[in-house]
């Protein structure tokens, strides 16, 4: 009974960690993704970020260069909000990388207002 009770708890315990955030992981051209992203929230927040990827860390960059990201901003599941940025080739709006950034206030916040929210 009490090895039910504990497969019961870990079931239950991964169901809560593992299940917060629906990622893309399918590669498709980024409308498929952005159409994924508007399921998620009807009203998403895309972002305009000049974010530039390093062939070190894409080395098929000159076989397949890349658009600026689309970047969107979800809202918090808990208390980690979310940001997915989505590179695409430039010639056939694939998708080459998705990039997960689980960092609060990672764009359009100024060192400011990151400094007023510590101080809080």
């Known amino acids: 009974m009490k090895r039910v009770t504990i ?9 809560i960690t593992f299940g917060q955030e629906k990622l893309w992981v399918k590669q498709t051209k ?5 159409k994924f992203e508007s399921q998620l929230n ?11 990827m390093s062939s070190d860390y894409y080395p ?5 260069p890349l658009q600026t990201p689309v970047v969107v901003e ?5 208390y980690l909000a979310l940001s997915v940025e989505y590179f695409f080739s430039e010639k056939d709006s694939l998708l ?3 990039s997960c950034n689980w960092e609060v206030n990672r764009y359009n916040k ?4 990151l400094a007023k929210g510590w101080k809080e």
């Open 7 to 15: 497969l019961l708890f870990l079931i239950t315990l991964s169901g």
């Open 30 to 34: 980024v409308n498929d993704a952005m």
């Open 42 to 52: 009807p009203d998403p927040k895309f972002l305009n970020q000049n974010i530039f």
């Open 60 to 64: 098929y960059l000159e076989k397949y």
């Open 74 to 78: 979800r809202s918090a599941v808990d």
């Open 96 to 98: 080459r990388i998705v």
């Open 110 to 113: 100024s060192m400011q207002k």
